[in-house]
């Protein structure tokens, strides 16, 4: 479905209208989208279809996903906690994984950056180095 441009910018103003102290706050989501469904303005499923975006990115960006081999323990999960806080602020969502073809390290995803520190990707780049001087 296209997006017009209007229902775009309706839809990012509906977006902002539901950030609390620079925060996604749920009810405001929910009462945003109760009186838009009540209401029925013309385009509203696109604007509705935007908004869903623009929500799944922001949970996205403030979502850490970290992957290890092991389970972490606590102080290591919070060193972890404590340093992403620190690159991208208060309010962060964490996932701890536990992936064993990792092999070893660590691998952490917020939004679309990536941090891997992991053995399984160090071998895949050593890999691909050999692969590229054949």
Known sequence: MKISK???????QLFKSC???G???????????QALLESKPRGYLAVLTHFRRLIKLEVQRRTALVETVVELKPAQAQRIRNSLEKLYGPGLRFVFTQRPELIGGVRVQVGSDVYD???????????AAFASHE
């Open 23 to 33: 925060q996604l706050d749920d009810q405001n989501v929910r009462r945003a989208v």
């Open 19 to 21: 950030l609390r102290d």
């Open 6 to 12: 209007q229902a775009r910018r309706s839809a990012k």
């Open 117 to 127: 520190g992991t053995v399984r990707a160090r071998l895949d780049a050593l890999k």
